[in-house]
């Protein structure tokens, strides 16, 4: 899951287990007179577009794949539009995600403000790695908007600090806009991304997220997403609160 925390809600009001998150600053970035302004050309658009498109087409996953195969999952229609989650590819990605990572607000939770060889570090540690963590951009309506971490919380540094299960599943969400902050939109993709992981991880039982305690309005987020309050948990970078949605409760909560 590395405010909501700037790690949870890239349009920013909501992060997870192993980021901090707030609705402030999920790990959002870029200055933020530059994101308040930024305007993403047609063309850059369509990229995002074909890539969803594609999606229907990609073949499955090898049974060693620790999600899932999360780009075949396709889009999720919620109040807000049509949401689709697309994996990081590093050209296309890092520029708009560094401008994200170095929003102020996002920059406090998230702590990778830099150039773009800091964000580029940071997607090819995930993406070079064993699959347990899988960087994805939100995209909204065609507009990506939205840093999300998709990673099995089990097999995180996370599971030494609360009793984790097989298959827990964590986020981590960075909302890039601020015009998409404090408006309940971190909520709702919470929600859907949870959702997509319980219907796309028949072995997942649990989605958990780790917002900082500081990050009020991302822990609200989680809250209004379905999520529960678990437990206060000592991370070595910040006091943070366990939110946990149960695949029992999805429909209560």
């Not at 999360?70 to 697309?86: E, K, R």
């Not at 298959?167 to 890039?176: E, F, I, K, S, V």
């Amino acid at each position: 899951m590395p405010p909501i925390d700037a790690r949870t809600d890239a349009r920013s009001d909501i992060r997870t287990a192993s980021t901090p998150e707030s609705d402030v600053g999920f790990r959002t970035g870029g200055d933020s007179e530059d994101t308040l302004e930024l305007r993403l050309p047609d063309e850059f658009l369509a990229k995002y577009a074909d890539q969803g498109k594609a999606a229907d087409t990609v073949p499955p996953a090898p049974d060693g794949d620790l999600l899932d195969s999360i780009g075949d999952w396709g889009p999720s229609l919620t109040p807000a539009g049509s949401f689709h989650l697309l994996p990081v590819q590093i050209e296309r990605d890092v520029p708009l995600i560094g401008r994200w990572m170095n929003d102020p607000t996002v920059a406090t939770f998230w702590e990778l403000a830099g150039t773009e060889c800091v964000t580029e570090a940071h997607l090819r540690s995930q993406l070079d790695g064993d699959g347990r963590s899988v960087p994805c951009l939100g995209v909204l309506e065609g507009t990506p908007m939205s840093y999300w971490e998709i990673y099995r919380a089990d097999l995180d540094p996370l599971a030494r600090h609360y009793p984790a299960l097989p298959h827990d599943t964590g986020l981590h969400l960075l909302l890039g806009g601020v015009a998409d902050r404090g408006r309940g939109l971190g909520s709702i993709l919470l929600r859907a991304v949870a959702d997509l992981v319980l219907d796309h991880r028949p072995r997942c039982a649990r989605v958990v997220a780790e917002p900082d305690l500081r990050n009020t309005p991302s822990v609200s987020a989680f809250l209004s997403a379905g999520f529960r309050f678990g437990a206060e948990v000592d991370l070595p970078a910040k006091r943070a609160a366990l939110m946990i949605r149960d695949r029992g409760l999805r429909d209560a909560l």
